[in-house]
């Protein structure tokens, strides 16, 4: 009796091990986890500190983590020193116009890329790909002087028109989500007497939306933090986007660090707003588009 019940308790014990081991392993993950995110939020809270705090307060040495004072006036400030409303309405104009470049040209090339057969359709999918592999310092100079013969210096056309060209890596991103859809969708459609667009736009697109969301998110930073491209195109400060008209709270022997960093504080809040509100469709895209870890 005591063997048979030393046997049956040793696979009970060996259980009870691993389960040990497996909820070690989990607190040590969520520890790693807790001090990453502490970390990562430093910044942030600095921000966001010093943009509250006097600008004696925020030049003092040692610096405090928080502020000793709370001095809502930097926010106020932004707007007397700067056209900051004008600024925000540049960088809406841009960036939404962007955004809908971006998805509507690089939907419709990966669509091709994933859906039309053709001659050397898989050579220029490889040529299209290599254009990542190329700075865009290599081709910073031949661009200016083309928007420059088009006369389209400081205006807002060189930061949208080439949206609509499409992008090399989200063109690639959403040719991986429309090879997951079934080609039957498509030879049924086309029994109904459906063309490719009306494929592409009644099928592809509504099955797409998590997808195409991901591209509009990550396209809607991109333009929204886009700092090279208005330095280098926009000349009248009442053309500025958000990125450019920061740098103007910093002199040339001054920084006025509190308003500065409100102004910051206040540019960055869209986009965490967006991606709180679209994070469950941005998982989404990036888990069904073959680009997941």
Known sequence: MTNISTTAEAPHKRIQSIKGSRKMDRIVVYVLLIVLSVLFLLPFVWLLSTSLKP???????????????FDWKNYGEVFDLVPFLKFYENTIIVTLLSVLG?????ALVAYGFARINGKGRNFWFVMLLATMMLPSQ???IPVYLIFARLGWINTFL??????????????FMLRQFFRTIPKELDEAAIIDGCGSFRIFWNIMLPLSVPSLITVGILSFMGS????????IYLNDTAKFTLSLGIQTFKGQNTML????????TMVILPLIALFFFAQKYFVQGIATSGLKG
């Open 257 to 264: 660090w509190g308003p500065m960093m409100a102004a910051s």
């Open 55 to 69: 600008e004696a307060e925020a030049i003092t040495y040692p610096p405090s983590i928080l502020p000793k004072q």
């Open 224 to 231: 929204w933090n886009d700092f090279f491209g208005p330095l």
């Open 158 to 171: 060189p930061l949208i028109v080439p949206s609509f060209f499409g992008s090399a890596y989200f063109i």
């Open 138 to 140: 290599v081709t910073m």
């Open 102 to 106: 971006t998805i509507l040209s690089s």
